[in-house]
Structure formats: C-alpha cells, structure tokens
C-alpha cells in the first residue's frame, strides 16, 4: 500500500473550517483514500473515503486532486469534539488490510 | 448496524502471565475482523486479521496469537506477556458484502498494562 505523508499537529479556531492535507504521491490508480480520526482512549471513528471523485458527508469533505498526489479532509465547522488525531490511510488490498502512520494531531481551540 | 464489542475493557497483568481478549462482533455476517495495537504514543499496527471462521494472518511476528471460533468472535491470546504487549489493543471489522472498499469500523479497544 501507498505511504502517506501528514502534518504532525495543527491547530483551528472554534467555527472556523479545518482543512487536513495528506500527501500520497505513490498511490496507485486502484487504491482509495480512508480518512480515521481517533478521540484520545477511543477506538478510531470512519470519517469518509473516495477514489477520485471528491466525496462530501454529514462529517466532512474529502478533496483529491486530479493527480491523486494529494487529498485534503476539511472539517466544515470545526467544534471542539472535532479535537483528536486524524488519519489518512490509502488502500486497495481486498484483504482490507490498513497501514495507519502517524496522523495529524488536530487542536480545536475556543 | 453493526456493533463491537470488546472485554474487557482495562487489563493489569504481571510478566509471563496469560492472556485472553475478546472480540465479538453484531449486525453483519461473515465480515473481515482485525486486530491492532496501538503503543503509547504510538499509531496503529495491524496484528492480525481474518476472512472467515478457522482462518488467521498474521502481519508481525509477536508473542500473540489469534483465533476465531465462530463467525462473529475473534480471540488475541498469549501464553506469556511481555512488557512489550503493552497498549491499547482495537478490534475492527469490515463488511465483505457491497464493494471491495467498504470502510472498517473499529471497537471500544482494551487498554492491558503489563507490569
């Protein structure tokens, strides 16, 4: 599977949107985009997924460029619940098998 | 919907002790179930996963074991705790009807201290 590369932490005001970028420059054109996001002591929490086309939930917003090079998870209006590590993971493997890095630690501030 | 449940929830354990966690899964039939760990501090490593009753992969070499006795259960067993085995250990599954990407969704976790 295609490694991916995220910011270590950032930070967002509370209301404001929060846009998450990760960076897949080695996925191939089979492989979808998984976005997790994981609440300190909890499992983690499915966000959204897509292959090309971007993708919209009642969650968030999933933009992936035309290369498919890079993605960007964007948290509409940012609370802070939305406080947590979030996870870009790329995957084609049938057996579902997912390879987490280390994510973005995400910070919402008042 | 489906639903994961994992047991216990916090676990202390001495060194070369045993170990026995449970996963057992409701809502869906013949899913994908996982197991991951997760370190202090660390991100998520798969340990194991299934396809079906009777058979496990393994994806590190470890100290654990897995089994799965029945369709919705998924066991991670070991016969000597290591300091290393601690963490927080996620139960996941995907379901394998629909599409081949389906999403996996993830358990409350065990937290075990070896000690």
């Known amino acids: 599977d295609a490694k991916t590369t995220q910011p270590p932490s950032m930070d967002c005001a509370e209301g404001r949107a929060a846009n998450l970028p990760c960076n897949h420059s080695?996925?191939?054109?089979?492989?979808?985009v998984y976005w997790y996001r994981q609440i300190h002591s909890q499992g983690p929490q499915y966000i959204i997924h897509g292959l090309k086309n971007n993708e919209t939930n009642e969650m968030a917003s999933l933009i992936i460029t035309e290369d498919r090079k890079s993605s960007t998870l964007i948290l509409p209006h940012a609370t802070l619940r939305d406080t947590a590590v979030y996870y870009c993971i790329v995957s084609t493997d049938s057996w579902g098998k997912f390879q987490f890095g280390a994510g973005t630690q995400v910070v919402v501030t008042p | 919907s489906q639903t994961i449940h994992q047991w216990p929830a916090t676990l202390v354990q001495p060194v070369g002790s045993p170990l026995s966690l449970e996963c057992t899964v409701e809502g869906t039939s013949n899913p994908n179930l996982y197991w991951y760990r997760q370190a202090a501090g660390r991100g998520l490593q798969l340990l194991f996963y299934s396809v079906g009753i009777g058979q496990i992969s393994s994806e590190v070499p470890q100290n654990l074991s897995a089994s799965r006795p029945q369709d919705r259960q998924f066991i991670l067993s070991s016969k000597k705790l290591l300091l290393s085995d601690s963490g927080f250990y996620l139960c996941a599954l995907r379901e394998t009807s629909g599409t081949s990407y389906n999403e996996q969704f993830f358990g409350p976790g065990t937290r075990l201290t070896v000690l």
């Open positions: 080695t996925i191939s054109g089979n492989e979808y």
